[in-house]
């Protein structure tokens, strides 16, 4: 397990309430051991990784009331967190100064906008989120560990451990499998464009949960359909410590959501030397320099998607000019380093306001 502070040295607890993989809970696994290099942070939840540092969620009742600064900092990600955090401030007596990351891009409900109020900082992934929430905000947009997603060194022989084709072009889709993630509009679009590309393969990666089953089938159905299921792969959810490889192994990245409130997907890829196709969702306009790390289309068009990728794939040369932009990208204006440092910033000052 990753080594944690005394509890009375803790400065900043960082909740991950969710038991299941998502996009807030990879942000938290990925930066508290970055930020822990340089404050005392400890992750909370009922499913973390061992190499981040963390304390148990029974801990936090017999937390010491004040830290070393006297109060601490509570970084909550989710509604739940923010209750849970004015739960332990106001019933329990725990000296918090709390703060809230919003990656939202849409209308927040009565509850979340009266959660907010009751932070003492917000931070927005983009300046999209910053414009829904009332109140003023830090915009802090996510960054990569540069250093575990990188370009494979050997990207042939990595298929072949991994079980994938060796030869051709590789095109994944990477996520929940449903309809906001443009899961069947990928699908579509790959089983137009890869008749054109005799060599080619797509992979569809991600957990559908119970609900989303029959969609999930419907889409193996199509993929049968039209003759490709050994070229359209489905692949289960794998853990955060191994998506790296998933990327690297890539040619061409596709995140076809119809809607998204940051999206890490776009730099996961990219920092591993992959081009993006992505609609005009969440943070991927900020994220993917259309004409230079990739291309960007409208969602919900599988027809603009298709042919985006059946361009890509047309012109080698360019790709390979991209794999080499999208890697620079990510390590000028992504990195996570970058991240952790502005969010520090933000505990420092909330932590030398005292207890007030």
Known sequence: MGKAPHPRDIDVIAPNFKRRLSGVTATVVRLVPVQARDIAIVATGPVLPEHVPQIPLSRLITLPRSGPSGARVWHARRNVEMIGGLALKHLLCKRLRLMFTSASQRQQSGLTRWLIRRMDAVVATSDKTAAYLEGPSTVIMHGIDTDTFAPAQDRAALRARMGLPVEGPLIGCYGR????????????????????????????????????????????????????????????????????????????????????????????????????????????????????????????????????????????????????????????????????????????????RGDR
Not at 219 to 236: D, S, T, W, Y
Not at 274 to 302: H, I, K, N, Q
Not at 320 to 346: H, K, N, Y
């Open 177 to 352: 499998i449903r309809a906001q993630k443009g899961t069947d509009a990928f699908v579509d679009a790959m089983i137009d464009t890869l008749p054109r590309h005799p060599g080619a393969h797509a992979i569809v990666m991600g957990r559908a949960v119970e609900k989303d089953q029959a969609f999930l089938e419907d889409l193996k159905q199509r993929v049968r359909g039209a003759g490709l299921a050994e070229r359209i792969l489905f692949k289960p959810e794998v853990p955060t410590d191994r998506m790296a490889d998933w990327y690297a192994v890539l040619d061409l990245y596709v995140a076809p959501q119809r809607w998204e409130g940051f999206g890490l997907t776009p730099i996961e890829a990219m920092a591993t030397g992959c081009p993006v196709v992505a609609t005009r969702v969440g943070a991927f306009d900020a994220l993917v320099a259309s004409g230079e790390t990739g291309t960007l289309v409208d969602p919900g068009d599988s027809v603009a998607l298709g042919r985006a990728v059946d361009a890509a794939l047309a012109d080698p040369a360019r790709l390979a000019a991209w794999r080499i932009a999208s890697r620079q990208r990510v390590e000028t204006d992504f990195s996570i380093e970058g991240e952790a440092r502005a969010l520090i910033a933000i505990y420092r000052e909330l932590l030398g």
